[in-house]
């Protein structure tokens, strides 16, 4: 019976709107590190500010269109800066820079200065910006419910069939967008600025400008699958912090960086694994550690997941070894 329950459990992550919103995040990190070669270390920081700027355009009146278009262009101003002093530079300086500001933008966050907007360390509750995201869905209201085999959840609300719909539709337009970008000319410019950014200055591109419109474009995919990521649940700064960056690097490390399914599946592998080594933790040993101790260890888990990826299969599930070196520029 209780394994019945925990298989239920991660067949439920499978599909999940975080597994989405993850997948998502992902497929930015891909567009920076996988196709251009930039080692973007603060994708937490894009998430979170797509997630206060849909909550707080939404709180503020915006319809629902008006306030995902406000968190797209939160995530494009904040690559626009960090770009700017840093995209000229060589080496891991964007690492540097990225995974710092993530950090400045979740302290702004709890800070009390802002409290008014963000709800300082309380964060933003759900019930205060996902109204007229509710009020799009064509499925029925509560409290009816549908039941999808072993999964069973009301048509529309937080966690509802509706969020996930909307969830995985926008991560299947975000896979054909990429799609149609890397077989394009400039998704080639971009391959060949990873391989050798001079020999494509050679060639008259202006790699500054391929670079930072690969930072833009992925960083409009975080700050998007940061709103996806709150809406089950409420906008919090510490929940949004360096190990949702390492999720999601190891999301994409997992199904294969330079790949186009790759950080898709490297995100429903993971979250459910994750989900089955958590309940089978709790359940294994209740009563001999705590659930915060379950929680560490699941943390450690993936820590150390990330590094035995990075050693020993660094392309991933579904990636190519010959393309993908850890050349980060």
């Known amino acids: 019976m209780e394994l019945s329950r925990i298989l239920t459990q991660a067949l439920a992550e499978l599909i999940a709107p975080t597994t989405a919103a993850i997948a998502l995040a992902a497929i930015g990190l891909n567009l920076h590190f996988g196709f251009t070669g930039l080692l973007n270390m603060g994708q937490a920081g894009f998430m979170l500010l797509g997630a206060y700027g849909f909550g707080i355009a939404t709180i503020s009146g915006a319809p629902f269109w008006l306030a995902l278009l406000i968190s797209l262009a939160a995530g494009a101003l904040f690559a626009l800066i960090l770009g700017a002093p840093t995209l000229q530079l060589r080496g891991d300086y964007l690492a540097i820079v990225t995974i710092s500001a993530a950090e400045i933008i979740r302290m702004l966050g709890r800070a009390t200065v802002f409290q008014e907007y963000t709800g300082g360390a309380a964060g933003l509750t759900g019930g205060s910006f996902k109204s007229t995201f509710q009020e799009l869905s064509f499925l029925p209201a509560p409290p009816e419910r549908g039941a999808f085999g072993p999964l069973e959840y009301v048509f529309t609300g937080s966690d509802s069939w509706w969020t996930r719909l909307f969830a995985w539709a926008v991560v299947l337009i975000a896979v054909l967008f990429v799609w149609l970008l890397t077989r394009s000319p400039w998704g080639r410019v971009l391959k060949g600025i990873r391989e050798d950014e001079d020999a494509v200055r050679a060639l008259g591109k202006n790699v500054f400008s391929y670079k930072m419109q690969a930072l833009v ?113």
């Open 217 to 329: 474009l992925g960083g409009m995919c975080g700050s998007l699958a940061g709103m996806l990521y709150v809406l089950p649940r409420s906008v919090a700064p510490d929940a949004m912090g360096r190990s949702l960056t390492f999720f999601a690097w190891t999301v994409l490390l997992l199904g294969g960086a330079a790949t186009l399914f790759g950080p898709v599946l490297g995100s429903m592998l993971f979250y459910a694994v994750y989900m089955l080594l958590r309940a089978g933790m709790r359940e294994g040993l209740e009563g001999v550690v705590s659930a915060t101790m379950v929680e560490q260890i699941g943390g450690l888990l993936v820590g150390v997941t990330l590094m035995l990826l990075v050693i020993f299969r660094p392309q991933g599930i579904l990636g190519n070894k010959k393309e993908l070196a850890f050349d980060a520029r």
